[in-house]
């Protein structure tokens, strides 16, 4: 839209209905119409940073938390797959519980892992050092106290995904395996919480120093 668009789009009175609904289409997409409106810029500033601090706490958290306490790795788990068949008879590979019914195991690739855990922070970085030219986010406070809303936000959203499937995203959030240790569950909340403020202010200064390159090579 900046380089397509790059200046304020107008509406014109005397054009048809499709020509007037494609320009508010337009408009609505356009970043010079879009920059106009202080709480607009701030909304889709907040989307874009927590877009890109999701990734990176979810790159450490696995690779530093995870998979040292044996809970990830390139070892490929499996998640059940339920199958609406009768039990195997014979020597059969397949797993089979009266209570909970018939499934199989579905292994979860090395691929995968790399992907849902690695990669993204690397597109992220990617992006921000050389396919944007967002600036540095502000008011900083108003980010900070974001980012941390939006952290507590998916732990809800943990919690919801634990009763609705049966199974904990992060084994320190689930209260089978964490029953004899409630204040780890919470100590493990509130450091959630408090590792997303550090996580902006990676990415704050990864602006930043895109930032002074840039203006360093554009001033020569």
């Known amino acids: 839209m900046h380089l397509i668009f790059p200046k304020a789009i107008e509406v014109d009175p005397k054009e048809c209905h499709g020509h007037k609904f494609r320009a508010y289409v337009l408009r609505f997409f356009s970043p010079p119409n879009e920059a106009t409106c202080h709480m607009r810029r701030f909304w889709f500033s907040m989307f874009y940073t927590i877009a890109h601090v999701f990734p990176f706490m979810n790159t450490l958290i696995y690779w530093s938390c995870l998979v040292p306490t044996g809970h990830g790795g390139f ?48 597109i992220a970085i990617i992006e921000i050092s050389f396919l944007n030219s967002i600036r540095r986010q502000t008011p900083v406070t108003g980010h900070t106290v974001g980012v941390m809303f939006c952290s507590g936000a998916y732990l809800a959203w943990a919690g919801i995904g634990k009763l609705v499937t049966g199974h904990s995203g992060l084994f320190f959030l689930d209260p089978e395996l964490m029953s004899d240790m409630p204040e780890a569950i ?35």
């Open 75 to 122: 070892k490929t788990p499996s998640m059940p797959h339920r199958h609406p068949v009768e039990p195997p008879a014979g020597n059969a590979t397949i797993n089979y519980d009266p209570g909970k019914g018939l499934f199989e195991e579905d292994p979860i690739k090395p691929f995968s892992i790399i992907n849902v855990w690695s990669i993204t922070t690397v």
């Open 186 to 220: 919470i100590a493990a909340s509130i450091a959630f919480i408090a590792l997303s403020p550090g996580f902006l202010s990676y990415m704050y200064g990864l602006i930043a120093m895109r930032e002074t390159m840039t203006a360093a090579h554009s001033s020569r």
